[in-house]
Structures are given as structure tokens and as C-alpha cells.
């Protein structure tokens, strides 16, 4: 793909109560938002392993969001958003020692009741992504091995 | 009350609390510490002789169940209908308790030996099937909106005190008079003190509109007086309730769209000499008013109790983001929470008001029950499982999981979860440094492979051999 014509490619890590809602709520109110986001669906942010980050970057993710409930209390598993909310930081700064731009992650929260924020972000997410270009970490990771 | 008190399969502990609780659906612990009343309550038969026997004569301390209205003595029934009928003695003031120098009359007087002062407090041990929370509400304190001068203003009251004043069991049996022994002339209802409120509580407490409207139909009826609601919207969803507020419309109470911006006692006229006076932008002539009163009653909202939090944690139950307790969903599980075995009823989990309390009540009575008759339970598939040859037995599952439904088999070295208090939401997975949870349905091979197959390069074969 050219870098005229870039489309990047984005991840989303959502929980199942609060922001995979918003995003299904955005959908069917018919929000509009980039197509550039496909989401995975997780029961709660608590269970996203760092991994599954890198492992999207390794396959060609040019950006990743985190999104699940509000802290304090919107958790559906009382407290899953607060172990994410110990998790991202490290996420943060592992990304920060592979050269990956601060742009291409994002964690946060959106309630199931907030569909406009999540088209919102998608959009604005999408963008920015855009505007720091493909980030092919795959390729750069497989020519350092040679 | 006392129906429930006297039914042979209830079991009433008043004055308790719980400390704490263990197990999971059909299997809880709960422990619970009953604080002495040091009054025996398998002896007593509420007589309340001990009352006149105590040493102080006249009541001095203010009376709890009357907002400090009143006095009560140091042993005390703590009001007219109380459940179990039988008195208790308040610590810091009884003098035998605080000092042990006193003639103790008050066990004098009483026949059957049950005052007793070495009462300790009792902690017992609970196995119970399902669980109830109905732990209630608490009104906003009116110290939140110092502009309406509760406090300052003696002739400032809170709905609930003035709803003690009507009462024929009140302090004043019934009378309605002001802190100076006056009957007020004029009286003004101030809705939503501490609701739909952007400075203190940005919901609608419900039931405050339809009680504005019951203390002013009394105070009309007990006084005389000239009584003004000041209102946003009346909010009288409900049987028989929108008719209610027509009666009072008739009756000549009277009725003022606007937020009140204060209560003050600055007089410009003399008409508002010696009275309270409320400003307020009248929006249905567009026009400030200054409306002199003898008498403020704040409508103080509802809200969760300060202890709401500590409640949560205790039953592994969440909280919506206004601190009530969460519901499991909104419409068609309104009793249940996210705990298999517990439910909620009443103010506890939203405001509400008396019938819609009955029918919340008696829905989480009948869930409860339902549950235990069964004798079993379903379960969700989408839990967790420890692989037991790869557990490392690091223990670090056991502090993450929001359900304990971690244990550690000490004899085999492995993590054991518990199926039935598993919710499935996969943080012990993610925290298991050995990998050895899985999360039904969420495993790391799934996961992965949604995300190769969301990145796969349009019409690339993938290394499995499926097309894109």
C-alpha cells in the first residue's frame, strides 16, 4: 500500500459491559466512524495481557485501544478496570523501548452509555494513526533478525 | 415489622452488623456482630419500668429516631414501634457504664433480671443459601446547600424533621410548632434540595415530590398556614398521585416553578420583619419574588449510605457510578446482581418510594427463595480453569480475583477455582505468569487468532491454510 493511499489499521481491545456496548450502541444509532477499527471483543479489560498488543503490532496493527468502564465503580467485575489501569502504564513505556510512537496507543474509558464518545475517538484515533503513518513493525522486525 | 419479628422461620438480629462473608451461591458465611444492648432480650418483656428507675429523671440526650427534636435518657426504647420491644442503654452516657458508680435503678426496677451490664459483644457465624442487601438510603445533609441556611436559620427544617413534628408519635405529638414554641403562619417547601443538582446530587430522588406535597396538605391541615411549594417540575408519576397533587392544587396550597437562590432573614419590607424570606425567580411570570415565611422545610433528596463502598466490597456486589448499588440489568434483572446468591431490594440500589419498595422487596424475596428451592444452580460455560500441571503455585490469582473464588489446594500445590463463583471475567488469566488459566471462550489461542485473522493482508493465505 502506498503511503498516499494509507489506511491504517487499528485494533480494538474492548470489554464486553461498557465500552464494546458504546461501540454497539454507535453501530445501530448509525454514528459515523472509520472502518479502520476492528474490535475485539474481551469479557472485561482485566483480561487483556500486554501481549495481545504486541501481538497486534507483531501483525501489523498500526494502533491499538484499550477501552473498558469508568473508573471507580462502573466495573461490571468491581475492579478489572483498575488492574488495566496498573497494566497500560507498563504497556506504555514497554512500546516506548521498541520505538513504537506514543500515538499509535490508546487506553481509556467509555461507558455503555457514551456511543458518541466512541465514534468520537475512533474517528480522532484514526486520524492521528493516519498522520504517523504505517508503522510495519513486522517488516522492522524481521530485517533486524537478518 | 413485628408480623416479621414474631414469624417462627425469621430470625430478627437487630443492632448487628455484618463483618463478614465467605462462600458463594447456596453456600454463604456470614458473620455477623450483634453489639450489646445490654438489655436481655430473651428476659425482657418491654414493660419499660427500667425507664423510670434510671437516675436521670428528665430526658437529656437528643433522641436519635426524633433528629435531636427531643431527649431521651440514657436507657431507652429508641421509638414507639421498635421491634423487638425491648429497650437498650446508650454506653457513653448510661453512668454505671461509663463510670460503674451509679444506683443502677434501673435493674431495680425490673422484675425479671434482664438488665445486664456485662453484656460483650456476640459474634456469630451464619450459613445461608442466598443473601438480601437492603442496607437503604440516607437524605442528603442539607449542610450541602448552606444558601437555604439550614443551621444557621433555626426555623430551617429538613423534610424529616418536619415529618417527626406531624406525627402523632413525635416529639411534639403532633403539634406543629416552631423551635420558639410559635405556629407558624406561612411555610415554604423548598423540592429537590440535594437532586437534579449539578452542585450536589444530579439525579431525581423521586419520592420527594409526592412527600412536599403530604407535609404541605398536613401542615395546611395542622396550622392553618399559608403554604407555598417552590418546585422545578412536580414529578407525580404514580396511582392515584397526579390526583393527589390536584386536591392540593384545590385546597389552596400554593404552587411557585423556580429554584429557590436562598433563604435569608434580611428584611427590606417590613412585611418581612422577623421572617425568613425566599428568593426565587417565579419562570411562570418571569419575575424575582421575595416571599416571607415563618417556616423552611427542605425536601432533601435521596442518596446511597456513606458506608456504601465498604458495603460493596463486603458482598462482592459493584456500584453504578452514583454509588447506589448496580442492579444486574437495568430492566429484566432489576433484583439481581452480578453475585449469583445475592440480591438487593429497595432504596439501596436507587431511589424509591414505599409500593415500588414493596414490590423490589418482595421480587428479591421471591428470587431468593426460588433459587433455594431448586437446590441447584446454572452457571454460565465462560469461566476460568487452572491447568494443573502448569501451575507454578505462585499465588498470584489469589489477590486478583474480585470473587475469591480462588483457593489454594495446599495438599496438591495448584490454584482451585471455584465454578460456581467464577464470573468469567478472565483478570486471573491475563495475571498468571505461568499460563496455566484459561478463560473459557476467551483463551489466548482464540484471541490470538482474531487477531491474525483481523490483520491478514486481503487474499493472503494465512498459515493455517484458510483463506482470507
Not at chain 1, 15 to 23: G, H, K, P, S
Not at chain 2, 425 to 443: D, E, K, L, S
Request: glycine share 8%.
Amino acid at each position: 500500500m502506498s503511503e498516499k493511499n494509507f489506511e491504517p489499521r487499528i485494533i480494538g481491545f474492548l470489554c464486553n459491559w461498557c465500552t464494546y456496548t458504546a461501540a454497539d450502541t454507535a453501530g445501530v444509532s448509525r454514528m459515523e466512524q472509520p472502518a479502520n477499527v476492528d474490535v475485539i471483543r474481551v469479557m472485561c479489560t482485566g483480561r487483556i495481557e500486554p501481549s495481545f498488543i504486541l501481538k497486534a503490532f507483531a501483525e501489523g496493527a498500526d494502533g491499538v485501544i484499550v477501552s473498558g468502564c469508568h473508573p471507580p465503580g462502573d466495573c461490571h467485575y468491581t475492579n478489572g478496570n483498575f488492574k488495566t489501569f496498573r497494566r497500560m502504564p507498563l504497556v506504555e513505556a514497554l512500546l516506548a523501548q521498541f520505538g513504537i510512537e506514543k500515538g499509535r496507543f490508546h487506553w481509556g474509558w467509555i461507558s455503555g452509555a457514551e456511543a458518541p464518545k466512541w465514534a468520537q475517538l475512533a474517528r480522532d484515533f484514526t486520524e492521528q494513526v493516519r498522520s504517523l503513518g504505517p508503522l510495519d513493525w513486522s517488516r522492522q522486525l524481521a530485517s533486524k533478525e537478518d | 415489622m413485628m408480623d416479621a419479628g414474631r414469624h417462627p422461620n425469621i430470625t430478627l438480629l437487630t443492632y448487628s452488623e455484618v463483618t463478614g462473608v465467605s462462600g458463594y451461591v447456596g453456600n454463604y458465611k456470614v458473620t455477623v456482630k450483634k453489639h450489646p444492648r445490654y438489655v436481655r432480650e430473651d428476659l425482657c418483656v418491654g414493660c419499660l419500668q427500667c425507664l423510670e428507675g434510671c437516675i436521670f429523671k428528665t430526658p437529656r440526650f437528643p433522641d436519635e429516631f426524633n433528629l435531636g427534636l427531643n431527649q431521651r435518657k440514657p436507657i431507652y426504647l429508641p421509638f414507639a414501634q421498635a421491634t423487638p420491644q425491648v429497650p437498650l442503654i446508650d454506653p457513653a452516657n448510661c453512668l454505671q457504664l461509663k463510670t460503674g458508680k451509679c444506683k443502677r435503678g434501673c435493674a431495680e426496677k425490673c422484675d425479671r433480671n434482664a438488665i445486664d451490664f456485662e453484656q460483650k459483644e456476640e459474634v456469630q457465624e451464619l450459613k445461608v443459601g442466598t443473601i438480601i442487601v437492603a442496607t437503604g438510603f440516607k437524605t442528603v445533609d442539607p449542610g450541602k446547600t448552606p444558601y437555604y441556611g439550614y443551621g444557621k436559620y433555626p426555623n430551617v427544617y429538613t423534610a424529616l424533621e418536619v415529618e417527626r413534628l406531624v406525627s402523632a408519635t413525635g416529639p411534639t405529638g403532633g403539634e406543629v410548632v416552631l423551635r420558639d414554641g410559635r405556629k407558624p403562619e406561612s411555610v415554604g417547601i423548598i423540592h429537590c434540595v440535594g437532586s437534579r443538582d449539578e452542585k450536589t446530587n444530579r439525579w431525581c430522588s423521586r419520592v420527594c415530590c409526592m412527600y412536599s406535597l403530604k407535609l404541605a396538605h398536613l401542615l395546611k391541615d395542622h396550622t392553618g398556614a399559608r403554604v407555598y411549594n417552590f418546585y422545578i417540575d412536580m414529578r407525580t408519576p404514580g396511582k392515584g398521585y397526579e390526583e393527589f397533587y390536584n386536591r392540593l392544587l384545590e385546597e389552596g396550597v400554593f404552587f411557585i416553578r423556580g429554584r429557590v437562590a436562598e433563604v435569608t432573614d434580611w428584611a427590606i419590607k417590613t412585611e418581612e420583619e422577623g421572617k425568613l424570606v425566599l428568593r426565587v425567580e417565579d419562570t411562570m411570570i418571569g419575575q424575582v419574588r421575595r416571599i416571607p415565611v415563618d417556616m423552611v422545610v427542605l425536601s432533601t433528596g435521596l442518596e446511597p449510605q456513606p458506608d456504601s463502598a465498604a458495603v460493596a466490597s463486603l458482598f462482592g456486589i459493584s456500584r453504578s457510578p452514583d454509588g447506589f448499588f448496580a442492579e444486574a440489568h437495568p430492566k429484566l434483572r432489576p433484583v439481581e446482581t452480578n453475585t449469583d446468591g445475592v440480591f438487593l431490594a429497595g432504596c439501596a440500589q436507587g431511589p424509591r418510594d414505599v409500593p415500588d419498595t414493596v414490590a423490589h422487596a418482595g421480587a428479591a424475596a421471591s428470587m431468593a427463595i426460588a433459587l433455594l428451592d431448586k437446590g441447584e444452580v446454572t452457571i454460565s460455560p465462560t469461566i476460568a480453569q487452572v491447568d494443573e500441571k502448569l501451575c507454578s503455585a505462585c499465588k498470584t490469582c489469589l489477590s486478583i480475583c474480585p470473587y475469591t473464588a480462588i483457593t489454594f489446594d495446599a495438599e496438591a500445590n495448584v490454584a482451585k477455582i471455584n465454578d460456581a463463583l467464577c464470573r468469567g471475567c478472565g483478570t486471573c488469566v491475563a495475571a498468571c505468569p505461568a499460563g496455566a488459566i484459561q478463560g473459557r471462550h476467551f483463551t489466548d489461542e482464540q484471541i490470538h487468532a482474531q487477531i491474525e485473522a483481523l490483520l491478514r493482508e486481503p487474499g493472503k493465505k494465512s498459515a493455517e491454510g484458510v483463506s482470507a
